[in-house]
């Protein structure tokens, strides 16, 4: 019998990451957000920023923030939290996710 290595990281990623894990890691990155003075808000009301932008984004990058901490790819510019998979292994996530989606409905 050949062990597939592939096939057992695939099994690790689909047993952490499911989405109640991605809208938890979103909660932690948007908690670290709300603290940062650099998010829309806080620039808004202490820094004089001015934005036309309506959604809570990030002055730094630009990013919409409830987009971007769903985002198991990305990081914040500034360090305060980091990836968690590359983009590619994202990708493959997003397309099992919605694969199931489709098999429930």
Not at 39 to 47: G, I, L, M, T, V
Not at 52 to 72: E, M
Request: proline letters at 2%.
């Amino acid at each position: 019998m050949k062990l597939s290595l592939k096939g057992i990281l695939e099994g690790a990623w689909n047993s952490v990451f499911v989405k109640q894990k991605i809208e938890e890691i979103a909660g932690k990155r948007n908690e670290i957000c709300k603290g940062c003075s650099m998010n829309s808000d806080h620039a808004k009301r202490f820094n004089k920023y001015k934005s036309f932008r309506p959604d809570f984004h990030c002055t730094v990058c630009g990013c919409d923030l409830h987009l971007k901490t769903r985002a198991l790819s990305q990081e914040c510019p500034l360090g305060k939290w980091v990836a968690h998979v590359s983009q590619e292994e994202e990708f493959e996530i997003t397309k099992k996710l919605q694969s199931e989606d489709s098999k429930t409905k």
